[in-house]
């Protein structure tokens, strides 16, 4: 009511002042009404103004993430290209395991790649191995963080402790002939390593 109000008057004075100078002492009183109306009321505009601007928000940053491909380039002779990391080559062509968890914040995928054999003497399989681990939230700006673990002897994956809201993985490894089983506590802000005692 009060806006429509207002608007009126601004009308009214509007269509009044744009005509010529009224000789009318009512017609001027009515225009001195709604000027003094509207000098009284400049603040609350200005405020009721401010206020039902949209609020200026900064652009977020963004986000480290793969390129969207269009649509149209699937469809055209694919591309190669070299990649410059000079570690990814190695780790693409040596990962043979994979393990997964979803968290509730971000998804785990650790994979263990041989550095080849620990001891060329030996006749059987004696891999020493890294494994790395890459993160990913699920929420937009999506984030993503990688890290590498090792080296071990022997590795293998032998489980997750099922706790969405702090994820551990479990990975055992040969320690001088003995089998110990080391714990990795993951999160977006790094990974904390607790070494378990050796098995019997």
């Given at each position: ?29 009515v225009v001195t009404r709604l000027t003094h109306l509207v000098e009284s009321q400049r603040d609350t505009i200005a405020r ?11 652009p977020a940053a963004p986000a480290p993430h793969l390129a969207l491909v269009p649509v149209s380039r699937f469809y055209k002779k694919p591309e190669i290209t070299a990649l410059a990391d000079a570690d ?113």
């Amino acid at each position: 009511m009060y806006f429509a109000t207002l608007r009126f008057s601004l009308v009214l004075l509007a269509l009044l002042t744009s005509c010529q100078q009224a000789t009318d002492p009512e017609q001027q009183a009515v225009v001195t009404r709604l000027t003094h109306l509207v000098e009284s009321q400049r603040d609350t505009i200005a405020r009721l103004h401010s206020r039902l601007r949209p609020p200026v928000v900064a652009p977020a940053a963004p986000a480290p993430h793969l390129a969207l491909v269009p649509v149209s380039r699937f469809y055209k002779k694919p591309e190669i290209t070299a990649l410059a990391d000079a570690d990814l080559p190695e780790v693409l062509s040596l990962l043979d395991t994979t393990a997964t968890f979803m968290a509730n914040e971000f998804d785990i995928k650790a994979y263990r790649v041989c550095n080849g054999p620990a001891d060329p003497d030996l006749e059987y399989c004696n891999c020493s191995h890294y494994v790395y681990v890459g993160l990913g939230t699920y929420d937009l700006p999506q984030e993503y963080k990688a890290f590498r673990i090792g080296p071990f002897y022997l590795a293998q994956f032998t489980g997750w402790n099922q706790d969405k809201d702090n994820p551990v993985l479990y990975i055992q490894h040969d320690v001088k002939g003995r089998k110990h089983v080391d714990t990795f506590r993951i999160s977006m802000a790094g990974i904390q390593h607790k070494q378990a005692a050796a098995h019997p």
